[in-house]
C-alpha cells in the first residue's frame, strides 16, 4: 500500500522531530493532519499582515513571503477618529490570527509618516496628526508593527513582486482620485530627508491652473487623475455639447454624477468623447512623467491605481506625450511606461512585506 504513495524526501536531522518524520506514508492526508505545535510554527514561517486603511474603507490580507494573499477581511472606514480606527485594526488582526500565525502587521494609509515608520504626520482622510499610531498599535497587538505611505506601500509590492522586479531605479504612480508617488532606488524605498518624498501629484504643472486641495494651483493630480477625468467630463456634459450625449445617457441626465469610473467605462464601450477625454489626461499623464524622468531618470514608470483600467487608451497617449516632451529626447535612453501588475492589492501586499523586512533589518541591527 505504502508503495503508491512517494515517499518524502529525506531531511536534514533534527528538522523534523522524530515522532513525525517516523510516521508511515500514507498519502496526501499525512501532510494536511500535522502535529499540534511544530506545523503552526511552519506554516506560520514569514507571514505577515497587511492593513490598507482608505477614506471609506479598511482591507487586511495576509501576505506570504512571496506576495500572495492567503486571507483577506474589508470593513467600512469607521470614520476618521483615532481611537475607532485602531479598534477596527485590532479587530482584523485578532480575526486573521485566529487561523494564521503572523509575526508583523504592516499598515499601509493616505498621508505622511515620519521615516522611522513609527508616527503619522499627517493623514488627509484621518484625523490623524502627529499621531504615535506606532507605539499604540504595538501595544494593542503585541506585535511589530510598520507604518507606511500608502503609495510608498503599493510601489514597493511593484517592485518585489509586479512589474516593478529588477528594476534599480524604479518611479510608481498610484493614479486614483489623485496621483500617489513612489521611488525605490538600489533596493531600498527612498522616502527623502523627512519621510515625504514622492508628492508628485502636487508638481504645479499648470501655474495659475485649477485649484487643488493641497492648497495650491495647477497641481498635476488636478490634471492627470480620476477626478480630474471627471471634471472634464462634467464640464463637457454641462457645455450641452452633442457630443457628451452617450455620458448624460449613462447617468441618466444627471452630470454631476459624471464620475471618472462612467467615462473609463464608456471609453471601454468605444464612446468617442470618452476616448478623447482619458487620451488628454494620457497626454497630461505623459508631460508629468516627462518631468519626473528629468529630475529622476529612472529605469521604468510602473503606472497603477482605478484610472488604469483604461489601460492602452490611457497609456499610449502617455507614452506618445512621454516622447515628445523628454528632455533631451534622440539623445538619451527613455524609460519604459508599464502598467502596474498587482492591481487594488498592492497597497495590502507592500505594507504586509515591509512590516516583514523592517522587523528583520530592525532586528538584524539591534
Ligand atoms: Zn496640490
Same mark, same amino acid.
Given at each position: 500500500m505504502s508503495e503508491n504513495f512517494p515517499r518524502p524526501a529525506p531531511r536534514p536531522a533534527g528538522y523534523l522531530p522524530a515522532a513525525w518524520s517516523n510516521r508511515p506514508t500514507v498519502g496526501l492526508r499525512q501532510h494536511t493532519r500535522l502535529p499540534h505545535r511544530f506545523p503552526r510554527r511552519l506554516a506560520g514561517r514569514g507571514l505577515a499582515i497587511g492593513i490598507d486603511i482608505g477614506g471609506t474603507k479598511v482591507a487586511a490580507g495576509v501576505v506570504d513571503a512571496q506576495g500572495t494573499v492567503l486571507d483577506e477581511r474589508r470593513r467600512q472606514t469607521p470614520g476618521s477618529e483615532p481611537r475607532a480606527v485602531e479598534a477596527t485594526i485590532l479587530e482584523l488582526v485578532r480575526e486573521l490570527s485566529t487561523d494564521h500565525r503572523v509575526a508583523s502587521v504592516g499598515i499601509g494609509a493616505a498621508g505622511w509618516m515620519d521615516l522611522s515608520a513609527s508616527t503619522v504626520l499627517f493623514s488627509p482622510h484621518l484625523a490623524w496628526r502627529n499621531e504615535p499610531l506606532r507605539a499604540n498599535l504595538e501595544k494593542l497587538l503585541r506585535r511589530r508593527v510598520v507604518l507606511a505611505n500608502d503609495a510608498d506601500a503599493a510601489g514597493w509590492a511593484e517592485w518585489r513582486f509586479g512589474a516593478g522586479k529588477g528594476q534599480s531605479r524604479l518611479v510608481c504612480i498610484t493614479l486614483g482620485t489623485g496621483i500617489g508617488g513612489a521611488m525605490v532606488m538600489d533596493g531600498r524605498l527612498e522616502r527623502g530627508r523627512f519621510g515625504v518624498a514622492g508628492e508628485f501629484g502636487h508638481q504645479i504643472i499648470m501655474p495659475q491652473g485649477h485649484r487643488c486641495e493641497c492648497g495650491n494651483r495647477g497641481c498635476w493630480e488636478q490634471y492627470a487623475s480620476g477626478n480630474a477625468l471627471g471634471r472634464e467630463a462634467r464640464e463637457l456634459a454641462l457645455a450641452n455639447?452633442?457630443?457628451?450625449?452617450?455620458?448624460?445617457?449613462?447617468? $441618466?441626465?444627471?452630470?454631476?454624477?459624471?464620475?471618472?469610473?462612467?467615462?473609463?467605462?464608456?471609453?471601454?464601450? $468605444?464612446?468617442?468623447?470618452?476616448?478623447?477625454?482619458?487620451?488628454?489626461?494620457?497626454?497630461?499623464? $505623459?508631460?508629468?512623467?516627462?518631468?519626473?524622468?528629468?529630475?529622476?531618470?529612472?529605469?521604468?514608470?510602473?503606472?497603477?491605481?482605478?484610472?488604469?483600467?483604461? $489601460?492602452?487608451?490611457?497609456?499610449?497617449?502617455a507614452r506618445r506625450s512621454f516622447a515628445r516632451n523628454l528632455t533631451g529626447r534622440g539623445f538619451r535612453p527613455a524609460a519604459e511606461i508599464s502598467m502596474a501588475a498587482l492591481g487594488p492589492r498592492a497597497g495590502m501586499i507592500g505594507a504586509a512585506d515591509l512590516s516583514r523586512i523592517t522587523g528583520r533589518v530592525l532586528a538584524k541591527g539591534s
Open positions: 455639447s452633442p457630443v457628451a450625449q452617450e455620458l448624460l445617457r449613462a447617468v $441618466g441626465g444627471n452630470a454631476a454624477a459624471i464620475t471618472g469610473a462612467v467615462v473609463t467605462e464608456l471609453a471601454q464601450a $468605444g464612446d468617442a468623447a470618452s476616448r478623447e477625454l482619458v487620451e488628454d489626461v494620457g497626454d497630461w499623464l $505623459g508631460l508629468g512623467l516627462a518631468n519626473l524622468a528629468a529630475a529622476l531618470d529612472p529605469g521604468k514608470f510602473v503606472v497603477g491605481g482605478g484610472l488604469c483600467e483604461a $489601460g492602452d487608451l490611457l497609456l499610449l497617449p
